[in-house]
């Protein structure tokens, strides 16, 4: 098949977004398919560009500084209109997911979407909290409107697929969870020489066990509430030390609450990592905490368990079949008192046990299993499209 994939974020950018369609990218193209990328430029580009990943002039996006907006000129338009596409998969509700929609109306091609995030949870960016509930409203109706345009919707979870569901979209959706290439992060990969590298890099003093949180600095991700709790957790295991790695508008003032919690000492906030990098970055931790409820599938969780971390998560829909409370991961109430005993549950023995299920439970979601359902959503939408073009593309 001829495969194009339109998204806003792409490798190098590290995200949920970036990273499942870089895996999906790559298995796409070890199963014998041609796909090319449609994507805005970001910080690194240069070194990752090649024939098939077009990295389209951006600017700066005003509400969220840290991404770019793609800005698509005419050569890019004809380019992908010249490669016949079988199939066109938008990975974006705005620019990049237009430019992919254009495509496909154009040459008639089949037409898949990705919904990757529940735009009522981020609308603050824009509101600052003045006329919320309105702009929740209106999120929620263009949802609806984006996907009943497509031959086939992908969701992550079925917390999702309830989510678009209560909006009224109509369009089939099939639930396939982002696949990731999960052997990178297995414990044995890494070395104990190494994992004591990566802590003195982060700044994490000899001895210390490591609480780890991955991911964007932002207010939906909750980081406030584990700083809130963690000065309890350190009173009752003094060994233990944050590790947050990420970047993102709310890092200033996460360093600001570090220090008017005192615990300075005991808390290293050290930015972004490279993506072929982060599978060691997650080796230095022994537990791993997130107290998100934005996520639509938390690929930060299973790639943690996946190095044999504890996960402990406050419970969220998005979980639901993923882990088992007690078994393979420990899960939150929402209030710090419910996350700070889960905490201190995640440094005792029954932690230690979790992290010894851990990496059985992620064996699902590896980028193979990932890209053959997509294939299969691929197939149904070709021939809801062009049906006459399956065998062809079966042989």
Not at 180 to 190: G, I, K, S, T, V
């Amino acid at each position: 098949m001829k495969i194009g994939i339109f998204t806003d974020t792409f490798y190098p950018e590290i995200n949920g977004v970036a990273t499942s369609c870089l895996n999906l990218y790559k298995e796409l193209e070890r199963r014998g398919h041609t796909v090319h990328v449609y994507a805005p430029k970001c910080k690194g580009w240069e070194e990752h560009q090649s024939e098939r990943v077009h990295y389209l002039e951006s600017a700066q996006f005003i509400f969220l500084r840290d991404r770019n907006v793609a800005l698509p000129g005419v050569g890019t338009v004809r380019q992908a209109l010249d490669i016949h596409f079988d199939v066109v998969h938008t990975n974006s509700e705005f620019v990049m997911g237009f430019l992919g929609r254009y495509i496909a109306r154009h040459t008639g091609c089949a037409r898949v979407h990705t919904y990757h995030t529940a735009w009522e949870d981020y609308t603050y960016y824009i509101t600052h909290g003045i006329g919320d509930n309105a702009a929740r409203n209106i999120a929620k109706r263009y949802s609806e409107w984006w996907c009943d345009r497509f031959d086939q919707v992908i969701v992550p979870t079925a917390k999702t697929e309830n989510l678009l569901r209560q909006y009224g979209v109509e369009a089939p959706i099939e639930i396939i969870p982002s696949g990731m290439e999960l052997h990178r992060f297995y414990p044995e990969n890494h070395s104990p020489e190494e994992i004591a590298q990566t802590r003195l890099e982060c700044g994490i003093p000899e001895g210390k066990r490591v609480l780890l949180n991955i991911g964007r600095l932002a207010k939906e991700k909750n980081v406030e509430q584990i700083l809130r709790v963690f000065p309890a957790l350190h009173a009752k295991a003094p060994d233990v030390h944050l590790l947050i790695i990420g970047e993102g508008p709310l890092r200033p003032h996460l360093e600001e609450q570090v220090h008017a919690l005192g615990v300075a000492d005991c808390v290293s906030i050290v930015g972004s990592k490279p993506w072929e990098e982060i599978d060691r970055f997650y080796a230095a931790g022994d537990v791993f905490v997130s107290a998100s409820h934005s996520e639509t599938q938390g690929l930060t969780y299973i790639e943690a368990a996946a190095s044999g971390l504890c996960v402990c998560a406050v419970n969220d829909p998005c979980l639901l079949g993923v882990f088992k409370d007690g078994v393979s991961a420990i899960l939150s109430g929402d209030s710090d008192e419910d996350l700070l005993n889960s905490l201190i549950l995640a440094f005792s023995p029954l932690g230690s046990r979790i992290r010894k299920n851990a990496v059985a439970a992620t064996r699902p979601y590896s980028t193979q299993q990932f890209a053959q359902r997509v294939e299969g959503v691929y197939r149904k939408a070709i021939e809801e499209r062009q049906p006459e073009l399956v065998p062809m593309l079966e042989t």
